[in-house]
């Protein structure tokens, strides 16, 4: 049996007060009246109006959340496609090129990357904006899917795709009645990094966008630059309180579809005997 | 034919926009600054011949005459190194902590360690404006206390950074390793204390080798992404604070040099190659083992 031993508790409660704190503090200060952020002055809930009120603030919260969802479904397809050719496509010339490419983009500064897709871009004479926004994250977050699900297609079993290539599917008809329902949680949890990726950046985003189309995290930016402001207090609490949301129910989902499973397998097991 | 098709696709939008670019900016910073839009000299427009002899290692060679890149390479590395070493002392008691937990709290402490990480890094970063500036809260809280008389300037100096980076980084430490710590058969360590050794000793002799490649793969997670980075730098660590990925992004956005900014680039992936092969190296063995 596992006891707790103090040592661990003060591990586990001082890191997670050094990760939580900030956040909390973040959120608490959004509802306070006062302009100057760190002074407490009476509970208000002004700044999330005054931010509602801001239409800058709105519209690149709709370019971001267009960049977020195009980029997001081009990088899973590709992603998905890449991932399969990795773990199931065998060997064909330029096999380890392709996996490279796969792997460089994760671990690449951000700003050699916005760097360079802004030099393609101007080199071909495409004109930045949403487009070149979409092209860029959907770059390097398809690298994120592919290592995503390739993991889920190393781990499953390979007889079933066999099993439906016997009994008479086409490749095409076996990826799709067999494969992809079992890879889909990988291909949903891609989506959903691929997604926050691009919802997230500012380096690359900041490279490759033109005059008309400024991203949330390129407005945030220049807000916070100029220090702290309750606005933006508002705007985090708002996004973290979204995450939060998300992250909690797929947990919940995931444990109750878990649980099913076991009772499931019970069940079979007891109809068997 | 579908299965070219499948293998075409990805692997030619891979190249068009991550092979060229790369080749684009190396093509790039061997060429001279021009007063025009865009603000370089092609080097191409006479044929391969003629591009081959107007290259020049000018921009190189003006990198190392000027002592700023140098300084921001090495306080990069620095930086760098040094949040690594931080952030696995934070987040090595925390992953040995969580993998010691009771069985039924393990889902939740995950799902806290992860959570962070869906959170936006731009929001994190800024959040600790408010806590380290002058009037912030920590400078608050110390003052209330009497621990001092006078607020700190830690914000907009490299102490912030080193804040920054462990802060929004931990996570990437933690998973890693807690994944090695979990996958550890415990009966090894009650072996190694019948034998006789310590509890620490045993921690020593038995569970951190056994954790090598969890703390390795945590500690080039950290410090890949730490040594180009620009949000963290440029947010906390204020104009004293030389880090080569923020040199990069002035250079091209406030000096408008193309050449130099290709140039400081081109260098960061060369540095960055040996970090990352190693990492490789590391991630292949791993699943060697595991298999």
């Known amino acids: 049996m596992r006891r707790a031993s103090w040592f661990n508790v003060t591990a586990l409660t001082l890191g997670f007060a050094f990760l939580y704190l900030p956040m909390v503090l973040l959120v608490i200060y959004s ?21 509602l009120q801001n239409e800058a603030f709105l519209d690149a919260a709709v370019i971001t959340l267009k960049v977020a969802v195009a980029s997001s479904t081009l990088a899973t397809i590709l992603g998905t496609m890449a991932a399969y050719v990795l773990v199931r496509g065998g060997r064909f010339l330029g096999r380890t090129l392709f996996s490279g490419m796969i792997y460089a983009p994760l671990v690449m500064p951000e700003v050699i990357t916005g760097l360079s897709l802004l030099l ?12 070149t926004i979409v092209l860029a994250h959907t770059t390097f977050s398809m690298c994120y899917v592919s290592v995503v699900v390739s993991s889920r297609l190393v781990s499953f079993d390979r007889s079933l795709e066999e099993a439906a290539l016997d009994l008479g599917c086409s490749p095409f008809d076996a990826f799709r009645l067999v494969t992809l ?12 990094l691929a997604f926050t990726l691009s919802l997230d950046d500012l380096v690359i985003a900041s490279f490759t966008t ?24 508002a705007l985090s609490t708002i996004m973290i309180g979204i995450v939060t949301v998300g992250v909690i129910s797929a947990s919940l989902v995931s444990k109750r579809n878990a649980v099913k499973a076991q009772q499931d397998m019970q069940a079979a097991e007891r109809g068997a005997t | 034919m579908r299965r070219f098709f499948l293998i075409a696709v990805p692997y030619v939008w891979l190249l068009a926009l991550f092979l060229i670019p790369f080749f684009i900016v190396f093509k790039i910073s061997l060429s001279d600054l021009a007063l025009s839009i865009p603000p370089y ?4 427009k006479d044929g391969i011949g003629q591009m081959i002899k107007a290259f020049d290692f000018e921009n190189f060679v003006f990198l190392t ?31 040995y902590g969580m993998a010691r937990a009771p069985e039924e709290w393990r889902p939740t402490l995950m799902m806290l360690v992860i959570l962070p990480f869906w959170t936006s890094f731009l929001i994190r970063v800024y959040a600790w404006v408010g ?5 912030g809260f920590l400078n608050q809280f110390l003052l209330w206390t009497g621990v001092i008389s006078t607020p700190l300037a830690i914000m907009n100096t490299t102490t912030a950074v080193y804040i920054g980076i462990v802060y929004t980084y931990l996570p990437f430490m933690i998973l890693p390793i807690y994944a090695a710590l979990d996958r550890l058969d415990e009966s090894l360590i009650e072996a190694a204390q019948d034998l006789g050794c310590s509890r620490t000793k045993a921690f020593w002799l038995v569970t951190v080798p056994l954790s090598r490649s969890g703390i390795i793969a945590g500690c080039f997670l950290v410090f890949i ?14 104009s004293g604070t030389l880090m080569i990925g923020k040199v990069l992004f002035e250079e091209f956005f406030n000096n408008r040099d193309w050449p130099v900014a290709s140039a400081v680039a081109v260098i960061l992936l060369l540095i960055l190659i040996v970090p990352i092969i190693l990492f490789q190296r590391n991630q292949q063995r791993q699943a060697e083992a595991e298999t």
């Open chain 2, 225 to 238: 992404p730490a040594l180009g980075e620009f949000v963290i730098p440029s947010l906390l660590g204020g």
């Open chain 1, 31 to 51: 509802f306070n009246s006062s302009k100057l952020v760190t002074v407490w002055a009476g509970f208000s809930t002004k700044w999330y109006g005054e931010l």
């Open chain 2, 65 to 95: 005459t000027d002592d700023l890149y140098w300084k921001a390479y090495l306080s990069s590395l620095k930086i760098a190194l040094f949040s690594t070493v931080l952030a696995l002392l934070v987040g090595y008691p925390m992953a």
């Open chain 2, 41 to 44: 000299t092609p080097t191409m």
């Open chain 1, 181 to 192: 329902p079992i890879i889909a949680p990988a291909v949903i949890s891609g989506w959903l």
């Open chain 2, 131 to 135: 806590i380290l500036s002058n009037e």
């Open chain 1, 120 to 131: 393609l871009f101007i080199g071909i004479g495409l004109d930045r904006g949403v487009l």
């Open chain 1, 210 to 233: 033109g005059p008309s189309s400024t991203t949330l995290p390129i407005k945030i930016w220049s807000a916070v630059r100029l220090g702290v402001s309750p606005e933006i207090n």
